[in-house]
């Protein structure tokens, strides 16, 4: 290219412009030439290096994929194994909470069953009591009293405190036996033989009691009865041995779907226990019998200011 180049401009120069023209049209046709092959290779490498960085980023992204994925996979398995603990401490937790209701159903049947015995056996005691040891106290009264009639001065004095004792065990033994299972429970009812008992423990302790009921048309079933007579009664002999109260509310009031007992006193009152249990004997028995009848108990008291008590029981019970 370059010696047609120089041709070309020394046939110029010596006036030979056909030989120049010459030189000069291949000059220009091999300097197209090339040009065309320079451009062309270039072309050749914008495209290589294109390809080339197509292929990394091609490369980049099928890892970026592939990294993505695991990631998915990963993320897929810790859900699933967490999916499984909480599905595993869900079925362990409704397992437990089963076996509970199990166990609370089992011990409710235990206490049911306890309380329906006690009940029934206090019933029997009281009537054999009554019947059985009554009748024959009064019949040894009798012979006692006809014997008094025929003895000397000095025998009589000795029958006479012998028919006191008699007497003394007749009105002892009644009351043992009312206090198990009053007879006007089961032959005039529920409120009949609460007023009856308030009148009794009126009589002998002086407590004053303001009784007032509302809504029994009606008899309740035994058991049920039963159970608030002695809600009622622990709660009124709690009041006698400890309260050391002058007056005493009881509310008894059947409400279409349950039944309502408050329990209200002057006395000393007490300090609840911070866990809710209860240190006498009286009150986990009245605890253990609203329990038994699904009720629910409220005790309001402190120290100084008397002692509310709020039963609310069932009536479907």
């Known amino acids: 290219r370059d010696a047609f180049q120089q041709l070309a401009l020394a046939f110029a120069k010596k006036n030979f412009f056909d030989s120049a023209y010459f030189y000069q049209s291949l000059f220009l046709n091999l300097n197209d030439s090339l040009l065309s092959e320079s451009n062309q290779k270039a072309i050749f490498l914008r495209e290589a290096n294109l390809k080339i960085e197509r292929n990394k980023l091609e490369q980049q992204a099928a890892l970026q994929r592939q990294r993505m994925w ?41 206490l049911n069953t306890t309380i329906s015995v006690q009940d029934q056996e206090r019933k029997r005691i009281a009537e054999d009591l009554h019947d059985g040891l009554g009748s024959i106290l009064s019949a040894a009264k009798l012979k006692l009293s006809a014997i008094e009639e025929d003895s000397i001065i000095g025998e009589k004095e000795k029958m006479q405190d012998t028919l006191l004792l008699i007497d003394e065990a007749v009105s002892e033994m009644k009351n043992i036996a009312y206090n198990m299972m009053p007879a006007t429970l089961s032959r005039l009812g529920l409120t009949a033989a609460l007023q009856n008992l308030f009148n009794r423990i009126s009589m002998q302790s002086g407590l004053k009691i303001n009784y007032t009921t509302h809504g029994f048309t009606e008899r309740l079933n035994e058991s049920t009865e039963v159970s608030v007579y002695r809600i009622i009664l622990e709660s009124i002999n709690n009041v006698v041995k400890h309260a050391h109260a002058k007056n005493v509310t009881v509310q008894l009031v059947k409400y279409p779907d349950y039944i309502n007992i408050t329990i209200e006193d002057d006395g000393n009152g007490f300090e609840l226990q911070t866990d809710g249990s209860f240190s006498g004997n009286g009150l986990n028995n009245i605890a253990s019998r609203v329990k038994n009848m699904n009720g629910t108990l409220n005790i309001d008291t402190k120290p100084g200011s008397g002692t509310t008590i709020l039963v609310d029981i069932p009536y479907s019970y």
């Open 70 to 110: 695991k990631n998915i996979i990963l993320a897929i398995a810790v859900l699933l194994v967490v999916i499984s603990y909480l599905l595993y401490n869900r079925y362990r937790l409704k397992q437990k909470n089963k076996y509970q209701a199990e166990l609370n159903r089992q011990q409710q049947e235990i």
